[in-house]
């Protein structure tokens, strides 16, 4: 089972940015233990700050892996263009926030990409990204 694992805007500075929400590990050094956790999985990662390389990606890996879990960042408030990537693919997407974006700035309450995934999964921490990975594993 072939899953991507995208990161959009400034979730490079896990580890380091706002660590009383996000926590003080990098991505790279859970991405490990994911990978570890999961070995019989094919996992990939890639994080972009550019709304446009993550819609290129989203195409490249649409038709192809057997599922994207995605944390857009700030474009998950935002972007009308990575909906319509992931409504434009074949590709089953989980979408998963580090925090509850729920219970943050009002201008985070809303998705635009949740309502064209197949689920959205927040404020586990890093484990929403395991548990979106386990939500293909189990369906």
């Not at 979730?11 to 790279?28: A, M, T, V």
């Not at 700050?49 to 290129?56: D, H, L, Q, T, V």
């Amino acid at each position: 089972m072939k899953i991507l694992l995208i990161n959009g805007p400034n979730l490079n500075l896990l580890g380091k940015r706002e660590k009383n929400i996000y926590g003080d590990l990098s991505f790279e050094t859970y991405f490990k233990t994911l990978k570890d956790r999961f070995p019989s999985l094919d996992l990939e990662y890639y994080q972009s700050n550019i709304e446009g390389e993550i819609i290129n990606k989203i195409h490249e890996a649409g038709f192809t892996y057997d599922g994207i879990v995605i944390n857009a960042g700030a474009y998950t408030h935002t972007s009308v263009a990575i909906r319509d990537a992931i409504s434009g693919i074949t590709t089953p997407v989980v979408e998963v926030h580090i925090s509850n974006i729920l219970t943050r700035e009002s201008f985070r309450h809303e998705s635009l990409i949740g309502p064209v995934c197949r689920g959205s999964i927040m404020g586990f921490g890093l484990d929403s990204y395991r548990l979106g990975i386990e939500s293909f594993i189990k369906n």
